[in-house]
């Protein structure tokens, strides 16, 4: 933005709230796959977002000394984490993924397993559009966390990214 | 509106009650916090939804994120991630992944 004029800026002003007046005329606030899934899954979709967005709010703050809440199997936070990503509902996944980066930002050292995790889940669950979907938009989100961290990630990790978006 | 008032009023509740009142009664406070974004009338239309989201959410930041220490925050991500592991189980789709 900063290399435009003055003039352009508020024509892609206007083209953007343009945008957002065509968007929130629409009257229906149901996700798009509602008919697949139950009301009291819609409504509680609204818990988990809530509760992803703790999450990542106590993973950014608390840091590297989570190490031992995400070793330790027997609170089931990464499973729970990873489960969230074939929720149905958009929000949800997208909350998950946040949850994810989020968890990759405060210890770089999760970050490459969380990758292998979510490729293998990928290649596993590829008949259900929303598992593609959510498994794509944490892959998406550690891809965009990785300038935040200190060590990156292994050059082969970034291979594997790219053949795998060129085969879908 | 509405969403402002019960806001004000649970910040208001736990700042008096304290810390350690928190602490202790940390489960119960996030469940019943989070039920009440679930509530169905807390997402009457779309724009109802983000609000509530967005006053829970600093509910739980103003409280959970700043009246307590580290030791009682890895509680806290311990409560949250078992709520998300229940609510997960409940819709069937935990065992699924795992398996």
Not at chain 1, 136 to 155: F, S, T
């Amino acid at each position: 933005m900063t290399l435009k004029s003055e003039k352009s800026s508020f024509f892609y002003f206007s083209i953007v709230s343009n945008i957002l007046i065509l968007f929130s005329n629409f009257p229906d606030f149901n996700p798009e796959n509602a008919k697949e899934c139950n009301q009291e899954t819609i409504f509680n979709q609204h818990l988990l977002v809530c509760a992803l967005q703790e999450i990542s709010a106590l993973f950014i703050g608390l840091g590297t000394s989570i190490h031992h809440l995400v070793g330790d199997s027997s609170s089931g936070l990464l499973n729970g984490l990873f489960s969230v990503l074939i929720h149905p509902c958009v929000a949800t996944r997208l909350s998950g993924a946040w949850a994810l980066r989020s968890l990759c930002v405060a210890l770089p050292s999760e970050a490459h397993k969380c990758v292998e995790r979510c490729v293998g889940a990928f290649d596993l669950m590829k008949a259900s559009p929303d598992a593609v979907a959510g498994y794509a938009a944490a892959l998406a989100a550690i891809l965009g966390a990785v300038r935040q961290m200190p060590l990156g990630i292994p050059y082969a990790t970034g291979k594997v990214w790219k053949m795998l978006s060129i085969g879908f | 509106m509405k969403c402002l008032m019960f806001l004000q009023a649970y910040i208001a509740l736990v700042e008096k009650m304290g810390p350690q009142w928190l602490e202790k009664n940390l489960e119960v406070f996030v469940n019943h916090v989070l039920e009440l974004v679930a509530n169905p009338k807390a997402a009457t239309t779309h724009v109802d939804a983000v609000y509530s989201r967005k006053c829970v959410n600093f509910i739980l930041r103003r409280t959970v994120g700043r009246l307590l220490g580290e030791k009682a925050q890895f509680s806290a991500l311990k409560v949250l991630s078992s709520i998300v592991l229940k609510q997960m189980n409940s819709i069937g789709m935990f065992l699924f992944t795992v398996a």
